[in-house]
């Protein structure tokens, strides 16, 4: 007898949403005058997008990626994974979840659908309030 399960179907941000948090994000750094990276994440964590304003630091390039792969990985902030670490008791370590890009500093923030998370947006540069702050920028733009 064949198989005849339903596949399961997973949404996920596209280049188009990715515009658009970029956009949103880029607009509001260049108001402030400001420079940062900006990191958009499919689903599954994987890049879709990047934009490096003129004068933001080259670590935040892979730094922006990070955040933005964990937030999609762990449906979370990319903060909550690093205050996890930081209040353990018990010696938790982001080395356990067994990949190098885990990150906890905040900036990177699931983007949610239909209470599906279908990617992350994460912001790199600045103090981290600040990072926090202009990413909820781009998932606005991409939920609103």
């Known amino acids: 007898m064949p198989y005849t399960e339903p596949m ?12 658009k948090a970029i956009f949103a994000i880029q607009t509001e750094l260049e108001r402030r ?27 935040s390039i892979l730094i922006a990626s990070n955040k933005a792969w964990t937030a999609a990985r762990e449906r979370k902030p990319s903060r909550e994974i690093g205050q ?11 080395a356990y979840f067994g990949d190098k890009r885990y990150i906890g500093w905040g ?5 949610t659908v239909n209470n599906q ?25 991409i939920t609103d």
């Open 8 to 19: 399961q179907t997973i949404q996920s941000l596209g280049h188009t949403e990715a515009q």
């Open 33 to 59: 005058q400001k420079a940062a990276v900006i990191a958009v994440a499919d689903a599954h964590g994987e890049l879709i997008a990047l934009l490096k304003l003129d004068g933001a630091a080259q670590a």
């Open 84 to 94: 996890a670490a930081r209040d353990a008791r018990d010696g938790f370590d982001l």
């Open 107 to 111: 900036g990177g923030l699931p983007v």
């Open 117 to 141: 998370v279908v990617g992350a947006v994460a912001v790199s540069g600045l103090p981290e309030l600040e990072d926090i702050e202009l990413a909820e920028i781009g998932v606005r733009a």
